[in-house]
């Protein structure tokens, strides 16, 4: 069974998730701004003590928001730190597993792309099934809450998604 079909209620999973997305990502912008402003100094500070030839590694900061978020889909929780806090995590959508590294990085290079043009595509979320993005479609991904998600893997609770069968 995949969890595409018409047995699970997705307002269970995904209700009030588009808030707490966007609130999570305030959250998120908030944690790069300060782990890209304390790379900045520690690399200002190696590019000093190396006679200017460390500066040169100031190059990787733009790439700060990208890794964070990428190492963050890959992690045991499936989500960003923002996210964490606002209890969401990323799942597949066909089987509410966890992403795999193509989906985790298709995810995160088509939510920068979209980013980059304006971030007008974001919107999408509005009209689409369970509220996902352009990136979320395009990935194979969903964001659900973790409450629900435990709910549906407690013993007894009907499905369990390691097996993909029912429990009696």
């Given at each position: 069974m995949s969890y595409a079909g018409p047995y699970l209620d997705d307002d269970s999973l995904v209700g009030g998730a588009l808030l707490r997305r966007f609130l999570g990502w305030m959250i998120d912008v908030v944690l790069i701004v300060v782990l890209v402003w304390v790379m900045w100094w520690i690399l200002v500070l190696f590019g000093m003590l190396t006679f200017g030839l460390g500066f040169g590694a100031l190059a990787i900061l733009?790439?700060?928001?990208?890794?964070?978020?990428?190492?963050?889909?890959?992690?045991?929780?499936?989500?960003?730190?923002?996210?964490?806090?606002?209890?969401?995590?990323?799942?597949?959508?066909?089987?509410?597993?966890?992403?795999?590294?193509?989906?985790?990085?298709?995810?995160?290079?088509?939510f920068y792309l979209t980013l980059a043009t304006s971030g007008l595509l974001l919107i999408i979320a509005l009209f689409t099934t369970r509220h996902r993005t352009l990136h979320d479609l395009v990935s194979g991904l969903v964001v659900v809450r973790v409450r629900a998600m435990e709910a549906l893997t407690a013993p007894g609770a009907g499905w369990n998604i390691g097996g993909g069968t029912f429990a009696p």
């Amino acid at each position: 069974m995949s969890y595409a079909g018409p047995y699970l209620d997705d307002d269970s999973l995904v209700g009030g998730a588009l808030l707490r997305r966007f609130l999570g990502w305030m959250i998120d912008v908030v944690l790069i701004v300060v782990l890209v402003w304390v790379m900045w100094w520690i690399l200002v500070l190696f590019g000093m003590l190396t006679f200017g030839l460390g500066f040169g590694a100031l190059a990787i900061l733009p790439f700060v928001p990208f890794c964070y978020h990428l190492l963050s889909l890959l992690g045991s929780a499936s989500a960003t730190p923002g996210q964490q806090m606002l209890g969401l995590t990323v799942r597949r959508n066909f089987d509410l597993g966890p992403p795999t590294g193509l989906q985790a990085l298709v995810f995160t290079v088509v939510f920068y792309l979209t980013l980059a043009t304006s971030g007008l595509l974001l919107i999408i979320a509005l009209f689409t099934t369970r509220h996902r993005t352009l990136h979320d479609l395009v990935s194979g991904l969903v964001v659900v809450r973790v409450r629900a998600m435990e709910a549906l893997t407690a013993p007894g609770a009907g499905w369990n998604i390691g097996g993909g069968t029912f429990a009696p």
